[in-house]
């Protein structure tokens, strides 16, 4: 069937599309004109959602005709070739004549990356009318570095990650509950039972409300899919029994820290034969995919930090758990995991620290506008020799990073003593993913 009917169809679709039901994300998109945006992030995570967010909100503000959102994952789209999408841009200007060259008109290219040469498009698009581009696509083939080469700086990335805990609430109509601190005794109890379910349950938005055995199949599909369409397929590994140990290796031991040199022998020892450069290669793969992130050494010297095992943790706390067959939980490191992912949706730069005396901090993060803030995160303190290693550590890390704000985060209040900390501010992890204060910078 020719592919013209086909794009008149989606278009008058898209003209059509209602706004639809979903839940805001708080991502944004740089106000910065003449850029291609592009919406990154691991599968599963959003993104579709987020543009036809977006979509809706231009339309609020803008006449008829101006807000485009075109999925080219149609089936009937296959082998589409870029000069078609040219043709779909001139069957727009044809029912809106008005706009050409006089009102900026956006458009939402989901899954673009299924069409050759797309590049060329967006940028010839970018120089010769009023538009501003949004797409998007499968970490495969829209990942952040390949966006800003292909487009020769003319790109702009912004991430969609699961939800935050935030958006969680939001989710189930129940961020009202937090607008206001402090919190009333009732809207406590009701955000610590909710923060727990969100360990468990984590943030793809497929997976809210699932029963648990339904929804670590579902996670486990969803790594699946990363590792064979956004790395085998992708790489053209030939390993893959070596890939799939290293991912079930990675998950099941969160926070962990991690050499290539170390994983190169486990897997060695598993009776896979895999060179070190590969290891490299495979962990390098996986965190393009937006699966897993890697925090290093906070250190100004390269060398050492290259020289140091780098901290891996999953896109969501619900991978934890998917991937955990010992039973053993994981508190802390789930714990560790959302606080991880939050500083990197504000935007830190964050890696551990390693104390002169031996000791060691969780994060060192770094924020945009320059503020550090010190964060060692502790399930269950009211053990006294915990407590008492978790604010040394900070004591120490302190001394070597004196400007920093330090701040131990736990569970929720009832796992905090309340011993007296100078210096060192004490909070749950959900207080200080809500309030807002708890951010560096």
Same mark, same amino acid.
């Given at each position: 069937?020719?592919?013209?009917?086909?794009?008149?169809?989606?278009?008058?679709?898209?003209?059509?599309?209602?706004?639809?039901?979903?839940?805001?994300?708080?991502?944004?998109?740089?106000?910065?004109?003449?850029?291609?945006?592009?919406?990154?992030?691991?599968?599963?995570?959003?993104?579709?959602?987020?543009? &036809?967010? =977006? @979509?809706?909100? $231009?339309?609020? *503000?803008?006449? +008829?005709?101006?807000?485009?959102?075109?999925?080219?994952?149609?089936?009937?789209?296959?082998?589409?070739?870029?000069?078609?999408?040219?043709?779909?841009?001139?069957?727009?200007?044809?029912?809106?004549?008005?706009?050409?060259?006089?009102?900026?008109?956006?458009?939402?290219?989901?899954?673009?990356?299924?069409?050759?040469?797309?590049?060329?498009?967006?940028?010839?698009?970018?120089?010769?009318?009023?538009?501003?581009?949004?797409?998007?696509?499968?970490?495969?083939?829209?990942?952040?570095?390949?966006?800003?080469?292909?487009?020769?700086?003319?790109?702009?990335?912004?991430?969609?990650?699961?939800?935050?805990?935030?958006?969680?609430?939001?989710?189930?109509?129940?961020?009202?509950?937090?607008?206001?601190?402090?919190?009333?005794?009732?809207? &406590?109890? =009701? @955000?610590?039972? $909710?923060?727990? *379910?969100?360990? +468990?349950?984590?943030?793809?938005?497929?997976?809210?409300?699932?029963?648990?055995?339904?929804?670590?199949?579902?996670?486990?599909?969803?790594?699946?899919?990363?590792?064979?369409?956004?790395?085998?397929?992708?790489?053209?590994?030939?390993?893959?029994?070596?890939?799939?140990?290293?991912?079930?290796?990675?998950?099941?031991?969160?926070?962990?820290?991690?050499?290539?040199?170390?994983?190169?022998?486990?897997?060695?020892?598993?009776?896979?034969?895999?060179?070190?450069?590969?290891?490299?290669?495979?962990?390098?793969?996986?965190?393009?995919?937006?699966?897993?992130?890697?925090?290093?050494?906070?250190?100004?010297?390269?060398?050492?930090?290259?020289?140091?095992?780098?901290?891996?943790?999953?896109?969501?706390?619900?991978?934890?758990?998917?991937?955990?067959?010992?039973?053993?939980?994981?508190?802390?490191?789930?714990?560790?995991?959302?606080?991880?992912?939050?500083?990197?949706?504000?935007?830190?730069?964050?890696?551990?620290?390693?104390?002169?005396?031996?000791?060691?901090?969780?994060?060192?993060?770094?924020?945009?506008?320059?503020?550090?803030?010190?964060?060692?995160?502790?399930?269950?303190?009211?053990?006294?020799?915990?407590?008492?290693?978790?604010?040394?550590?900070?004591?120490?890390?302190?001394?070597?990073?004196?400007?920093?704000?330090?701040?131990?985060?736990?569970?929720?209040?009832?796992?905090?003593?309340?011993?007296?900390?100078?210096?060192?501010?004490?909070?749950?992890?959900?207080?200080?993913?809500?309030?807002?204060?708890?951010?560096?910078?």
């Amino acid at each position: 069937m020719p592919l013209r009917p086909i794009l008149g169809e989606k278009l008058r679709a898209a003209l059509a599309l209602a706004p639809g039901t979903f839940t805001r994300r708080d991502a944004r998109l740089p106000r910065i004109a003449g850029k291609v945006h592009s919406v990154i992030g691991m599968r599963r995570a959003g993104k579709t959602t987020f543009l &036809r967010q =977006l @979509v809706a909100e $231009r339309r609020a *503000e803008a006449p +008829a005709g101006r807000a485009i959102y075109i999925g080219l994952d149609d089936d009937r789209l296959a082998g589409m070739q870029v000069e078609q999408l040219a043709a779909l841009v001139e069957e727009h200007y044809r029912l809106f004549p008005a706009l050409r060259k006089r009102e900026t008109v956006w458009w939402f290219l989901d899954e673009i990356q299924l069409v050759p040469g797309w590049e060329r498009f967006v940028r010839r698009l970018l120089d010769t009318e009023r538009c501003e581009l949004v797409v998007s696509g499968s970490s495969a083939r829209m990942l952040s570095r390949e966006v800003h080469t292909s487009l020769r700086g003319r790109g702009m990335a912004t991430a969609v990650r699961p939800f935050s805990f935030r958006e969680f609430l939001r989710h189930r109509g129940e961020e009202s509950f937090v607008q206001a601190w402090p919190l009333l005794p009732e809207q &406590r109890s =009701l @955000v610590e039972g $909710r923060f727990r *379910e969100f360990l +468990a349950e984590g943030g793809f938005p497929e997976a809210q409300g699932l029963a648990a055995a339904v929804r670590v199949e579902l996670l486990q599909g969803y790594v699946d899919t990363v590792l064979f369409r956004d790395v085998v397929e992708r790489y053209r590994v030939t390993q893959v029994e070596a890939l799939r140990w290293l991912v079930r290796h990675c998950l099941r031991n969160p926070a962990g820290r991690f050499s290539a040199h170390r994983l190169h022998l486990d897997l060695r020892a598993q009776g896979h034969g895999v060179a070190k450069d590969a290891v490299h290669a495979m962990l390098a793969h996986l965190t393009d995919a937006f699966l897993l992130t890697a925090v290093p050494l906070a250190t100004d010297s390269e060398r050492t930090r290259n020289s140091n095992p780098r901290k891996l943790y999953p896109a969501d706390p619900a991978l934890v758990g998917a991937f955990d067959t010992g039973g053993r939980g994981h508190a802390g490191h789930t714990l560790e995991t959302v606080v991880l992912n939050e500083l990197e949706r504000r935007g830190a730069t964050v890696g551990y620290v390693k104390t002169a005396e031996g000791f060691e901090v969780d994060f060192l993060a770094r924020g945009p506008g320059g503020g550090e803030e010190l964060l060692q995160v502790c399930a269950d303190p009211t053990d006294p020799a915990t407590l008492a290693r978790e604010l040394r550590a900070l004591d120490s890390a302190g001394c070597a990073h004196p400007r920093a704000r330090r701040r131990l985060l736990v569970l929720d209040r009832d796992s905090f003593p309340g011993v007296d900390t100078p210096g060192i501010e004490v909070q749950p992890v959900y207080e200080w993913l809500l309030a807002g204060g708890g951010g560096p910078g």
